[in-house]
């Protein structure tokens, strides 16, 4: 049974040793996890809901004092309402959340930095699997994932079908394109390529700042979309500062866009390992639900969930088009929800209610 722990409270388990698919070891697995509710005497109420790259198990406020990424969706009365469902959120393996990851002691009492294996979406869902059994879960009511979450929730469905009644893959693809690896990529470049980094071997010192902070300034364009931009920043300056005509090129001043980047680089490099970036980035890359499953048909064709499939209208990242390949590839009739809005991807985490409704009707109706 579930721990009887308050709601959106962290809590860690220890699963034992794993292997990874490529063949990586830990020793010692502990998965973090938040929880909302209580699981139902039959065990039938359980909602697993997955977090984006930088994502952590903190979905919904719960009897914490932090608000959650998802709390116009999850609480209370809500969609996924936790009077009657048994949230669970699960960070991520590899993460840096509270789960076993680069920057957790190895047996020695290292950190395992360089040497933490590769690890692959599959490889978290298998984790979360046991995870699931420890907590008493042998099948899911549904599993919400938008983005990397997205690809977490096909990936369950399809590694394990038998335990997946409902899916929900919310602006995200059947396997990452082209266009999406090679902006992962100069993301990756960009932490690696900082002298901070050391090889990945930097605890404990600060490691890759600036490489971090490049990544994610390369990452955010790709989260919002170019009107958006246009319309909250256009070419104004940043408060007094003067971006054009300075005669010295090093004291020129920052336009407004400039200056959103530089917040939200900042804010990411203080709760964000960069090597715990980097494995979840390399774990989204290899996305591919038809990997080593024949066509895409065939691999779709192994899941016996219902799907629930929604993708933004101005997302630059994912497509909506992408997402229309996805639910084509499903069996039967699956329609592409829209959630509009001017802002793109990110959209998925700040819009999240225009689905509610739709939700609702197709995963949490009341009987």
Same mark, same amino acid.
């Given at each position: 049974?579930?721990?009887? +722990? ?18 990586? @070891?830990? #020793?010692?697995?502990?998965?973090? @996890? *938040? ?23 903190? $979905? ?5 004092? *932090? ?9 209370? +009365? ?6 009657? %469902? ?24 290292? =950190? ?5 294996? @590769?690890?692959? $979406? ?56 082209? *266009? ?14 900082? #002298? ?7 605890? #404990? ?51 407004? $866009?400039?200056? %959103? ?32 499953? +024949? ?22 990242? %994912? %497509? ?10 499903? =069996?039967?009739?699956?329609? $592409? ?6 802002? +793109? ?5 700040? *819009? ?11 995963? @949490?109706?009341?009987?």
């Amino acid at each position: 049974m579930p721990d009887d +722990g308050p709601d959106g409270v962290l809590r860690t388990r220890s699963l034992g040793p794993f292997t990874c698919e490529t063949g990586g @070891y830990l #020793p010692q697995l502990a998965l973090a @996890y *938040e929880t909302w509710g209580t699981l139902n005497e039959d065990r039938s109420n359980a909602v697993l809901i997955q977090h984006a790259l930088t994502g952590s198990s903190h $979905v919904a406020r719960g009897d914490s004092d *932090e608000d959650g990424w998802w709390d116009q969706l999850v609480g209370p +009365g809500k969609t996924i309402d936790t009077t009657r %469902y048994f949230a669970v959120s699960i960070n991520m393996l590899g993460g840096c959340y509270g789960s076993t990851g680069p920057a957790t002691d190895d047996p020695d009492g290292v =950190p395992w930095g360089s040497r933490f294996p @590769y690890v692959t $979406v599959r490889d978290s869902v298998r984790a979360e699997a046991l995870l699931a059994d420890a907590l008493g879960i042998g099948q899911w009511h549904s599993v919400v994932g938008g983005s990397l979450g997205g690809a977490r929730a096909l990936e369950w469905a399809l590694l394990y079908p038998e335990r997946v009644n409902r899916c929900a893959v919310i602006a995200c693809t059947a396997a990452s394109s082209a *266009e999406q690896i090679a902006f992962a990529q100069a993301q990756l470049r960009s932490i690696r390529l900082d #002298p901070g980094f050391a090889g990945g071997d930097y605890y #404990p010192g600060p490691g890759p700042v600036d490489g971090l902070g490049l990544a994610r300034r390369i990452a955010h364009i790709t989260y919002r979309s170019e009107p958006e931009l246009e319309h909250r920043f256009g070419r104004a300056a940043q408060g007094i500062e003067a971006p054009f005509g300075s005669s010295d090129p090093s004291s020129r001043g920052r336009y407004q $866009v400039e200056s %959103y980047l530089d917040h939200q680089a900042d804010k990411l490099v203080e709760r964000f390992d960069a090597n715990s970036y980097l494995l979840l980035t390399e774990a989204l890359m290899g996305h591919d639900a038809s990997r080593d499953r +024949g066509t895409l048909q065939d691999a779709l064709g192994q899941a016996s969930a219902e799907f629930f499939i929604a993708a933004v209208d101005t997302d630059r990242l %994912y %497509y909506p088009s992408q997402s229309h390949v996805l639910a084509a590839a499903l =069996p039967g009739d699956v329609p $592409v929800h829209m959630i509009a809005s001017p802002i +793109g991807h990110d959209a998925f985490l700040t *819009e999240i209610q225009q689905l509610d409704e739709r939700l609702r009707d197709a995963f @949490y109706s009341v009987p």
